[in-house]
């Protein structure tokens, strides 16, 4: 049946719950259904996919960990130096490792077998190499998760509620 969307009372996404839970929450009338795919549990009760939160909830910062996967989503599954969608990516160190370079979002990029090889031990400026786009740290882990079931081609109703999608 798949997941569903919840919105804080002032329309951020807030989290990606279950259906059923979902629909618990509408019964108990603590948030209210926004969206639905066409669906229905019952003639008159379609399936939601976005609801909103009746109350606002204040919700801490919760930090994105650093893995590769996180990497390769970030950088949308691309070379950062050629383009290329390859099955064979790597993640490259914009600064070396042995040249002091640390493991952080900002010092990290997906790179194909090819190029990183070619960049090898190097700074892509001194291998004559550009990034397509600068490293940087994620800002929301919420919009960082709902963006891959956006890649994924699931839930299309939640785009128009979460920011740069």
């Known amino acids: 049946m798949g997941k569903v969307l919840v919105l804080n009372a002032s329309y951020e996404p807030l989290n990606i719950t279950s259906w059923r839970r979902?629909?618990?929450?509408?019964?108990?009338?603590?948030?209210?259904?926004?969206?639905?795919?066409?669906?229905?549990?019952?003639?008159?009760?379609?399936?939601?996919?976005v609801i909103r939160l009746r109350q606002y909830i204040h919700v801490p910062y919760k930090d994105i960990p650093l893995t590769r996967r996180n990497i390769l989503h970030r950088d949308g599954h691309a070379c950062q130096y050629?383009?290329?969608?390859?099955?064979?990516?790597?993640?490259?160190?914009v600064l070396p490792r042995s040249r002091g370079g640390p493991d952080t979002w900002d010092n990290m990029v997906t790179a194909c077998v090819c190029c990183n090889v070619r960049k090898g031990n190097r700074k892509p400026h001194e291998a004559?190499?550009?990034?397509?786009?600068?490293?940087?740290?994620?800002?929301?882990?919420l919009y960082f998760e709902v963006t891959k079931h956006l890649r994924n081609g699931l839930h299309q109703e939640w785009r128009k509620y979460v920011i740069g999608a």
């Open 82 to 93: 050629c383009g290329e969608t390859k099955d064979t990516l790597t993640l490259d160190h």
């Open 22 to 49: 979902a629909v618990v929450l509408l019964l108990k009338d603590k948030a209210e259904q926004v969206e639905h795919n066409g669906h229905f549990i019952y003639t008159d009760f379609p399936l939601p996919t």
């Open 128 to 141: 004559r190499m550009t990034l397509k786009k600068m490293p940087r740290k994620p800002y929301s882990s």
